[in-house]
């Protein structure tokens, strides 16, 4: 999607297994850092598009629940094994969005590939999930395997600095076999953190700085919803 003849794409939601595309009232530019050019746009979302993600999410949660251990882990295996195939595509867009070296983004996508085929499960219901830009990839893998293996919807809200392997790795589940509403993407900032609260969520995971973390647990605690914290 291009909003002028010579802008940067948009990178947009992700809803109930399929793109999903809003005219929100501002926009944020993904710039690369080691070149300065802005590569994306990412719509900054609040209540209205929580609402739908969140829908989303609890619609498709009792199936996921049914679904035996066995087979909710099958589904993370095939993830992992695409996202394996695909790991210098993922290490591409993580170069972009953050401007860390090859190594490092190659490491990124190796743990998060790692969080999918381990671990144990974790609390279910519908979970929203905060990331920030440290390690988008692996911290979003590393607190959304565990509520998936117990049979839980996740909603991630990105950074607006990094949201582009995380939108990829929700294209992926739709090619790995996934159901959609089990994985919903939010775009946005404080204001759609905001409206994750307000939504029929049952708790809030947030992954990255503690600094950061902070500020999120203070919008969760505000509306009443119980939040935890993953240190990067």
Request: glycine letters at 12%; hydrophobic letters at 50%.
């Amino acid at each position: 999607m291009e909003f002028t003849p010579e802008g940067p794409k948009a990178i947009p939601l992700w809803i109930n297994g399929r793109a999903f595309l809003t005219m929100a009232p501002s926009f944020f530019e993904v710039v690369n850092p080691q070149t300065g050019t802005a590569q994306y746009q990412v719509p900054l979302c609040g209540a209205d598009e929580a609402l739908e993600a969140v829908a989303a999410a609890r619609a498709a949660l009792p199936a996921w629940q049914g679904m035996n251990s066995a087979a909710r882990g099958a589904a993370l295996g095939a993830l992992a094994d695409a996202l394996e195939n695909y790991a210098g595509h993922f290490a591409k867009l993580l170069r972009g969005d953050t401007g860390v070296d090859d190594a490092l983004a190659q490491a990124d996508v190796a743990a998060a590939i790692a969080a999918l085929r381990e671990g144990e499960s974790g609390a279910s219901g519908v979970v929203g999930v905060v990331v920030d830009s440290s390690q988008p990839l692996s911290g979003f893998a590393a607190a959304a395997a565990p509520i998936w293996r117990a049979g839980g919807c996740v909603v991630v809200k990105p950074s607006p600095k990094a949201p582009s392997a995380i939108f990829a790795l929700c294209e992926l589940t739709s090619r790995a076999g996934w159901p959609g509403g089990v994985v919903n993407l939010l775009q946005g900032d404080a204001e759609a953190i905001g409206g994750l609260c307000a939504a029929e969520i049952d708790r809030l995971v947030y992954s990255g700085d503690a600094a950061l973390g902070a500020q999120v647990g203070a919008i969760a605690t505000a509306a009443g919803k119980p939040f935890s914290m993953r240190a990067a």
